[in-house]
């Protein structure tokens, strides 16, 4: 009778999500945790459920700044220059969470091994920084995948030509090469593009970064070193110049970030579109989006070395080396992240980071086409993604690359030209900090 | 023994003194100091490191900060100059509506009180290839078949800067301008009507030479606000692409802030400000003689 008790209590608070070993009735009474989360529709449903760890642990939660990523990276880096950092649990990210090597702490003494297994291995590898596992990725994993209007694969006039003209057969691309060659022969300026790109900042340095390895090449060598001054470098910028240069793409893309891609998608005037799984819903919307119901999703095309480009990133949440209450705090990381949380953040769309919460939605979603056809085409994208090379100065490094590449986009510099320069100015930038 | 006492003078000054020592100087020689390090945001250790004079030559070795320079200069030159001739141009028309001045000045208004993001967004979405007014607008009238990259192309990505901030900004002269029409005495102008100048004459040589002093201190005024030229040009361009609209403190703020680069940034900013203190004593002496011109004295 008494184990029967004991195991009717865990399996209760395993319905609630809870780890029992993080958490118990009231354990940290009187515990405020102060935190800086990321704002945002998004991202903000999950934060509904902290009420819940509050009650069940008697801790409060003081959220004290919330903003987007880059905000709150340029908060984080002020906070470790002015020696601030006694606030306890920060949003992350795994592109951002190399450039604070001291600033957050390793979760593993504080978490059970137990709820680190339930993760996808990748995403904990990837957000294990020199051994230190800094952060605990929430249900906002993303890669990007492949949409289309599926309109224009049904037209047989244009299923002649393209095959007239390029000599197999019109299908959703499978090649970085085919994907050129359609968005040229779908182009119809200036009311109709092929495609758009995000053209500036860390998001066209992450679309170069994936085209290398789909290449065959790399970003940087193992001593961090300029490694993409290469043929396969000079292939994937040669990609974005030919784009832009065959008129397939918005004139002004090398100004377009993220929601200029998708609301441009949403307006019906771009066929082909590399794109975040949370766009998903908007893009089918028909309040929102011209091309609800004509949506195709793939899994994102291969490079010349038939490696899928698979650039990956992910938010989640660590705790700070200075958090006084550290137990408490990882308690709440391990909550805001545990399996319940991550269904409830998944539900209208963002991918999860928990192998059991992959195949939960994959179950709940096999009524709905659409959603089912989503979820396969991330899934299997996600099979061989990648997360961005494990250095501090990434972000810095992106801030002399791009400009480089959008000079050869739009033909200031030659190919050629524009790489040396990003590799020269990369060299000189890793020198000066001493890292080699 | 007695206490040694202040002066009262310097007693009542301390209060003063104090609070601008804790603004201004305190801020000013820190930052001062971090241009001489290789200071980085994530790494606070660095500050200690003293590494002059390796900010400030690799600052002025750029080739990109002088660029970025340049354009500076340039964007604080044009946008000065039609913002000038503008808010001349409009001050004049609306000292001469006689019933509804007061809203015609409070409408003229209107515009300072937008935020420069704000500002930034609305013309950036003006601007934009695809879905922007202007675009639409000429591909509807037959006047364009191509979208234009106005955001893209240098030139007509500076043009399109320039009119945010002309747009915004014209009235910081309209109504200085306005200001000093009002103050005009009205003999000279009627002793001028009397000689038989024409209302051109009496423009150029009365009225204008009145106003010169007015023109130059919003000169000052805008100069200032031009040479730090931010908010705008980061949600327009953001300095790019390719640094084709690159200018001083968007290189200086992306440094600073997003590589983390305190120390560079502050070398760069340090430079920057001689730019703002030259045209501030350019504009300051022009004021001068344009006071002594008119028997103001200094």
């Given at each position: 009778m008494k184990g029967f008790g004991a195991g009717s209590v865990l399996a209760l608070l395993a319905s609630f999500g809870f780890a029992p070993a993080a958490m118990a009735e009231g354990e940290f009474a009187g515990v405020t945790v102060e935190a800086k989360l990321i704002g945002g529709q998004q991202y903000e449903a999950l934060y509904s459920r902290i009420a819940d760890w509050e009650k069940a642990t008697g801790a409060t939660v003081k959220i004290i700044s919330q903003k987007n990523h880059f905000e709150l990276d340029k908060e984080y880096k002020a906070d470790i220059a002015a020696g601030t950092t006694g606030w306890c649990v920060g949003s992350n990210h795994s592109s951002f969470a190399p450039q604070y090597p001291a600033l957050f702490t390793d979760l593993t003494p504080l978490v059970s091994a137990e709820s680190v297994a339930g993760f996808v291995p990748g995403n904990i590898k990837a957000a294990t920084i020199d051994g230190k596992l800094v952060m605990l990725p929430r249900a906002q994993f993303d890669v990007s995948a492949l949409y289309y209007q599926k309109s224009l694969y049904a037209d047989p006039a244009k299923a002649e030509a393209f095959k007239a003209k390029y000599g197999y057969d019109l299908a959703p691309p499978e090649t970085w090469d085919q994907f050129r060659e359609q968005a040229e022969f779908f182009a119809d300026p200036p009311n109709f593009y092929g495609t758009q790109y995000a053209g500036k900042d860390e998001a066209i340095n992450g679309r170069f970064y994936e085209l290398v390895v789909a290449n065959g090449g790399k970003m940087f060598n193992d001593d961090m070193s300029p490694a993409f001054n290469s043929d396969a470098g000079k292939e994937s910028l040669q990609w974005?110049?030919?784009?832009?240069?065959?008129?397939?793409?918005?004139?002004?893309?090398?100004?377009?970030?993220?929601?200029?891609?998708?609301?441009?998608?949403?307006?019906?005037?771009?066929?082909?579109?590399?794109?975040?799984?949370?766009?998903?819903?908007?893009?089918?919307?028909?309040?929102?989006?011209?091309?609800?119901?004509?949506?195709?999703?793939?899994?994102?095309?291969?490079?010349?070395?038939?490696?899928?480009?698979?650039?990956?990133?992910?938010?989640?949440?660590?705790?700070?080396?200075?958090?006084?209450?550290?137990?408490?705090?990882?308690?709440?990381?391990?909550?805001?992240?545990?399996?319940?949380?991550?269904?409830?953040?998944?539900?209208?769309?963002?991918?999860?980071?928990?192998?059991?919460?992959?195949?939960?939605?994959?179950?709940?979603?096999?009524?709905?086409?659409?959603?089912?056809?989503?979820?396969?085409?991330?899934?299997?994208?996600?099979?061989?993604?990648?997360?961005?090379?494990?250095?501090?100065?990434w972000i810095e490094s992106g801030n002399l690359i791009f400009p480089e590449l959008q000079a050869a986009i739009l033909g200031d510099k030659t190919v050629d030209q524009a790489l040396e320069d990003a590799s020269n100015a990369v060299d000189e930038l890793m020198k000066e900090n001493g890292v080699y | 023994?007695?206490?040694?006492?202040?002066?009262?003078?310097?007693?009542?000054?301390?209060?003063?003194?104090?609070?601008?020592?804790?603004?201004?100087?305190?801020?000013?020689?820190?930052?001062?100091?971090?241009?001489?390090?290789?200071?980085?945001?994530?790494?606070?250790?660095?500050?200690?490191?003293?590494?002059?004079?390796?900010?400030?030559?690799?600052?002025?070795?750029?080739?990109?900060?002088?660029?970025?320079?340049?354009?500076?200069?340039?964007?604080?030159?044009?946008?000065?100059?039609?913002?000038?001739?503008?808010?001349?141009?409009?001050?004049?028309?609306?000292?001469?509506?006689?019933?509804?001045?007061?809203?015609?000045?409070?409408?003229?208004?209107?515009?300072?009180?937008?935020?420069?993001?704000?500002?930034?967004?609305?013309?950036?979405?003006?601007?934009?290839?695809?879905?922007?007014?202007?675009?639409?607008?000429?591909?509807?009238?037959?006047?364009?078949?191509?979208?234009?990259?106005?955001?893209?192309?240098?030139?007509?990505?500076?043009?399109?800067?320039?009119?945010?901030?002309?747009?915004?900004?014209?009235?910081?002269?309209?109504?200085?301008?306005?200001?000093?029409?009002?103050?005009?005495?009205?003999?000279?102008?009627?002793?001028?009507?009397?000689d038989g100048c024409t209302p051109w004459q009496s423009f150029r040589y009365v009225t204008?030479?009145?106003?010169?002093?007015?023109?130059?201190?919003?000169?000052?005024?805008?100069?200032?606000?031009?040479?730090?030229?931010?908010?705008?040009?980061?949600?327009?361009?953001?300095?790019?692409?390719?640094?084709?609209?690159?200018?001083?403190?968007?290189?200086?703020?992306?440094?600073?802030?997003?590589?983390?680069?305190?120390?560079?940034?502050?070398?760069?900013?340090?430079?920057?400000?001689?730019?703002?203190?030259?045209?501030?004593?350019?504009?300051?002496?022009?004021?001068?003689?344009?006071?002594?011109?008119?028997?103001m004295g200094d």
């Open positions: 974005f110049v030919d784009l832009y240069k065959a008129g397939a793409v918005p004139p002004g893309t090398t100004n377009y970030l993220w929601d200029d891609l998708g609301n441009g998608f949403a307006s019906g005037t771009i066929a082909l579109n590399l794109d975040w799984p949370g766009w998903s819903g908007f893009f089918n919307d028909p309040a929102a989006s011209k091309v609800a119901g004509n949506v195709g999703v793939a899994p994102a095309p291969k490079g010349s070395a038939g490696v899928r480009t698979g650039w990956s990133g992910f938010h989640g949440f660590s705790v700070t080396e200075a958090c006084a209450t550290k137990e408490a705090a990882a308690s709440l990381v391990d909550f805001l992240t545990n399996e319940d949380s991550q269904k409830l953040e998944s539900a209208p769309g963002p991918l999860p980071s928990r192998t059991a919460v992959w195949e939960y939605i994959i179950a709940q979603a096999k009524d709905d086409p659409y959603k089912s056809e989503v979820l396969a085409a991330f899934q299997e994208t996600a099979l061989t993604a990648f997360p961005v090379p494990p250095t501090p100065y | 023994m007695t206490r040694a006492k202040l002066p009262p003078w310097l007693l009542l000054l301390m209060p003063a003194f104090l609070i601008l020592a804790a603004v201004v100087l305190v801020p000013l020689l820190l930052s001062l100091y971090s241009s001489f390090t290789p200071y980085h945001l994530t790494r606070p250790e660095t500050l200690w490191k003293i590494n002059f004079p390796f900010n400030y030559e690799k600052a002025l070795t750029d080739p990109g900060f002088w660029k970025a320079f340049g354009r500076t200069v340039l964007l604080l030159t044009i946008a000065l100059n039609l913002e000038m001739l503008l808010g001349l141009g409009l001050a004049l028309m609306v000292a001469k509506v006689r019933r509804g001045q007061r809203t015609l000045r409070t409408m003229m208004m209107f515009p300072m009180m937008f935020s420069p993001i704000l500002v930034g967004f609305m013309f950036k979405f003006i601007f934009n290839d695809n879905v922007g007014l202007v675009n639409n607008a000429l591909q509807s009238m037959g006047l364009a078949s191509t979208a234009i990259p106005w955001l893209v192309d240098g030139n007509l990505a500076l043009f399109a800067i320039i009119c945010a901030e002309v747009w915004m900004s014209t009235s910081v002269f309209a109504i200085l301008i306005l200001a000093g029409l009002f103050a005009l005495p009205q003999d000279p102008l009627e002793a001028a009507k009397v204008l030479p009145f106003l010169m002093p007015f023109i130059y201190i919003a000169m000052a005024i805008r100069s200032l606000d031009v040479a730090r030229a931010y908010d705008i040009v980061q949600v327009m361009t953001g300095g790019g692409p390719a640094k084709r609209t690159e200018l001083l403190w968007t290189m200086i703020g992306r440094t600073g802030y997003v590589d983390a680069r305190m120390g560079y940034a502050n070398a760069m900013g340090y430079i920057a400000i001689l730019l703002s203190i030259a045209f501030t004593v350019y504009f300051f002496l022009k004021l001068q003689r344009a006071r002594r011109e008119l028997g």
